[in-house]
């Protein structure tokens, strides 16, 4: 397991880091150092630690946020960018393939994408608020130790209506683990099939919801990719997760661990970003706070304090596109309290999450939100040329445009 560790004797930070020393966080456990004149429990006023701003200049959180993101500082491989994300958004595939993508050298396909699947880097599921993520492999069961049971009383009331009591998931679990045993590998609608022969009852949603509940319990998992001819697959295989990832991590402290992790990739963000990204009380979240330590670096007090992984932020790449075509649920715009940092507030609807819950993909210039983009995967469509939608005219230069949309294009159809 990867560690962000950190001592009060390490050096600064860089300049680029937001010029806050490693000693401004307290000891491992304990809450990190609220900086300036901190106020101790007994009353008196520790001497000065750090200077900070109480907030940070939108422009300032944008540059570092790519960054965490690895938007402006990719990866050097597609296990290496999902890695550092830990769960990146999946619900449409081929958008959680693209954000991937995106974060990682050398313009890699929807095929090398589709290889990592095959290879067992990475794996599909419901990592958390019920929505589907992707997520190295090896590191799923420790992440739903915590978000898991969280998930289940969740879906309890879907559960209900559903008639799938524990006895009925009890039941459903005994035929899929005889079906996948020895490395066997089923699609959904083979799945389905095992189900109904052990009468487990398919119908309308209760399906999917009995996949849903098994996933969430580390029982299975979204592997391999269905192969499709003449175009992108939309599916993949459903394997058993102790045969397919039997390496799995666990950390020390596995709360503090999603906190760090968390921050690592998105920051700078706070304890209710951690909260709405992984579903959890916000009294959970700040525990996590508490737990990771000297693991964070504070950068700001307002809204709550804003916290960045201690030690080198990844490193902007000079030839880092400017302008990114990024896709729908897109993690840089999505997985925060307030997303008026990378939006505009007019320009919030027109994205999403709509009624429907959908949030459209989207242009970004220099860590701004300027528009969406359309496109289609189906087969006869998907080298259609995507077609953007700028929110104001001239937001951004229409080569620069151009070219992330052809980069997309590209992605898509090797």
């Known amino acids: 397991m990867r560690r962000n560790e950190g001592g009060c004797g390490a050096t600064a930070l860089r300049s680029r880091d937001l010029l806050i020393p490693r000693c401004a966080v ?41 960054r965490s993101h690895r938007l402006s500082a990719p990866a050097p491989t597609i296990a290496a960018a999902a ?13 959680g393939r693209w954000a991937i993508a995106q974060r990682t050298r050398g313009a890699p396909s929807v095929s090398h994408v589709d290889a990592a699947f095959g290879r067992g880097e990475i794996v599909r599921s419901w990592t958390m608020r019920g929505t589907i993520h992707i997520i190295p492999a090896r590191e799923l069961a420790w ?11 969740q879906a309890a009331a879907v559960h209900r209506n559903e008639g799938l009591d524990d006895a009925e998931v009890a039941k459903a679990e005994r035929a899929v683990r005889a079906a996948l045993r020895g490395g066997n590998r089923l699609t959904r609608k083979e799945m389905f099939e095992v189900l109904e022969a052990a009468g487990v009852s398919t119908a309308k949603q209760r399906g999917y919801h ?10 299975i998992c979204q592997g391999p990719v269905v192969p499709r001819d003449g175009g992108p697959t939309r599916e993949q295989y459903w394997v058993l997760l102790e ?10 402290d596995p709360l503090a661990e999603l906190f760090v992790r968390y921050i690592a990739s998105h920051g700078p963000a706070g304890a209710r970003d951690f909260a709405w990204w992984t579903g959890l009380p916000l009294g959970v979240s700040r525990e996590a706070v508490e737990r990771a330590g000297e693991r964070l670096v504070v950068v700001a007090d307002e809204p709550e304090p804003q916290y960045v992984a201690s030690g ?3 490193r902007r790449v000079p030839s880092a596109p400017s302008v990114v075509a990024l896709p729908p649920f897109e993690e840089y715009y999505l ?17 999403g999450p709509a009624m429907n819950g959908i949030v459209h993909p989207i242009l970004v210039a220099n860590g701004e939100v300027v528009g969406r983009w359309t496109h289609s995967i189906a087969l006869s469509r998907h080298a259609d040329d995507p077609i953007p939608e700028l929110f104001v005219p001239d937001a951004a230069p229409d080569a620069e445009i151009a070219a992330a949309l052809e980069r997309y294009k590209a992605f898509i159809t090797s």
């Open 26 to 66: 307290g000891a491992a456990g304990k809450r990190p150092s609220r900086g300036v004149g901190a106020r101790r429990h007994d009353g008196g006023v520790d001497a000065p630690t750090a200077r900070r701003p109480r907030t940070l200049p939108v422009e300032r959180v944008r540059e570092r946020r790519l």
């Open 83 to 95: 890695e550092h994300m830990l769960a990146t958004q999946a619900q449409e595939f081929w958008g």
């Open 143 to 153: 992440v739903l130790s915590i978000t898991g049971e969280r998930q289940r009383r």
């Open 210 to 219: 009995t996949l849903v509940a098994l996933s969430i319990r580390s029982i």
């Open 243 to 252: 045969e397919w990832a039997p390496d799995q991590v666990q950390p020390d």
């Open 312 to 314: 080198p932020a990844p």
């Open 335 to 351: 997985s925060y309290v307030d997303r008026t940092v990378p939006c505009a507030p007019e320009f919030l609807k027109t994205i």
